[in-house]
């Protein structure tokens, strides 16, 4: 029987690449064309392929609202949160989980530091747009249509001499946190509060949320919160492995052979 299921399963990612004639999917199972024909047949019935009037098949629409169905019901904070803690348990330093919703960006999850010095944040607060970690790399992932035209709409701030003055900075910066994959605030929206955050991306390769560290500087320096930059996208990995439902990559593949 898990032969089977693993033969069918089969069929779909070939179908992904286009429609396919019975012949086809036969040669690309290794199978007869009796067994191919009725593999489709139970993937047609349950809507997952679909026969077109030239006999080729392709995916069903049942497929892509099975997908969208499963999207929609991801919870990124209930993923997230266990590997937040235990990168709170690492550093020590605050971490926050951040969204992108009705042109804000939103805290929906954090994790206290175990210093005595807090940070003034809470869950459901909306982030300083201009200068925060999280929001520019939520807001870097936006076309660049998208990521002018809100650049043009906000307000700039000067929360300290650090924070970004107007549109033409904020897109430029927009721009380097795109490219290189992570984004800081240091000393941006407080003097003595530093950033580091990195993105957590969905199935289509899309960022659906921004985690960051954050400390103060009688705690730790900007330098040294810096060295704590590929801990936190290692973990911004783990995270979006786990939300995208991509495997964990096998060690053992990585070596040279």
Known sequence: MSQTVDRALSILPL????????GQVADRLGVHKSTALRLLRTLHEHGLVYRQQDQ???LGARLFALAQEAVENLDVREIAHPHLVELNEQCGHTVHLAVYEEHEVLYIDKVESRYPVRMYSRIGKPVAITVAAV????LADLTEPERRAIAEKLDYPMYTSRSIPNAGAFLKELAAVREQGWATDLGGHEESINCIGAPIRGADGRVVAAMS????????????????LPLVRRTADVITREYSGTPTPDPRRLEPS
């Open 213 to 228: 560290v954050s400390a103060p500087n009688v705690v730790v320096t900007a330098e040294e919160l810096l060295t704590l």
């Open 15 to 22: 179908l992904a690449q286009g429609p396919a004639d019975l």
């Open 135 to 138: 929001a520019k790399l939520l």
């Open 56 to 58: 080729r098949y392709r």
